[in-house]
């Protein structure tokens, strides 16, 4: 009876421990949607499945879809009304049909790329943040590498969406090398100054063995050379951006459906 009671305690201990296993396991299975739309046939199989496992991943963590949407037949619409178009009738979103968010749609029939965010992806990528994320891509774009430029539409976007709307995602501040040179500068200055402490205090200086009452300036003089002045000429704002492909034009707009979106637009 003892034994009996053992091994039932055993087998509900291993079912207490595998149950957060099984949950997972049932989440990722119903979890299954799909995200990367390539209807132009840009992408293999194997790179069309490693986005989606990227894009799972971190639209989860954003609470915010990641789309990739290509095509090479717009049916006559113009890329904005195409995408507002695939959005409505799809039902995308994260957190309900016609939720959070974030959209690349490619249209290779007239080489223009569009970038919207909905709902949370509004918020958090407004129109200037997609035209950094779109001057990111376009390199990629022009040189038909289309696996990268998804890709770092994907991660650029999760990363944007991880700081507070308002604030420029490009600021230094937010630059991984910048932060870790600043880490290194304390904590220098603090093994200094640990070490400065660490010694006996200097009680010599330069006046210690001087004798002031026979000591003094002889004489002091200031001699003017001459001032100069540089003049540089301001560049001229063409309005634009170095990193870009074409021109962008818009920013963002309303679905039939009425949902809003920011947008950020360009040829490749």
């Not at 944007?160 to 308002?166: A, K, L, Q, S, V």
């Not at 492909?245 to 950020?264: K, L, N, P």
Request: glycine content about 10%; charged content about 25%; aromatic content about 10%.
């Amino acid at each position: 009876m003892v034994r009996k009671k053992k091994v039932l305690t055993i087998i509900l201990l291993c079912i207490v421990l595998l149950i957060p296993f099984i949950s997972n396991a049932l989440k990722a299975s119903g979890d299954k949607k799909q995200r990367i739309y390539d209807l132009a046939g840009l992408l293999t199989g194997e790179e069309v499945e490693e986005l989606e496992i990227l894009a799972e991943k971190y639209s989860s963590r954003r609470q915010t879809d990641f789309i990739v949407l290509t095509t090479d037949d717009t049916e006559k619409k113009d890329v904005v009304k195409y995408m507002e178009d695939f959005y409505d009738e799809k039902a995308l979103g994260y957190d309900k049909p016609n939720g959070n968010c974030a959209i690349l749609t490619v249209d290779m029939e007239h080489r223009e790329v569009y970038l919207a965010g909905v709902y949370k992806g509004e918020e958090y990528l407004d129109d200037y943040r997609l035209d950094e994320i779109r001057y990111k891509i376009t390199p990629a774009l022009s040189e038909g590498d289309y696996y990268r430029a998804f890709h770092t539409f994907i991660k650029t976007s999760y990363k944007y969406m991880g700081i507070r709307p308002g604030v420029d995602p490009e600021n230094i501040l937010f630059n991984n090398w910048f932060q870790l040179i600043v880490s290194l500068i304390i904590a220098g200055i603090a093994v200094g100054i640990m070490v400065y402490n660490s010694g006996g205090k200097v009680t010599v200086n330069g006046g210690t063995y001087e004798d002031f009452n026979t000591t003094r300036v002889l004489q002091r003089r200031d001699n003017y050379i001459r001032t100069s002045v540089a003049k540089r000429r301001k560049p001229s704002d063409n309005g634009n951006h170095s990193s870009g492909g074409g021109g962008h034009s818009g920013g963002g707009g309303v679905t039939s459906g009425g949902h809003s979106h920011s947008g950020s637009r360009g040829s490749f």
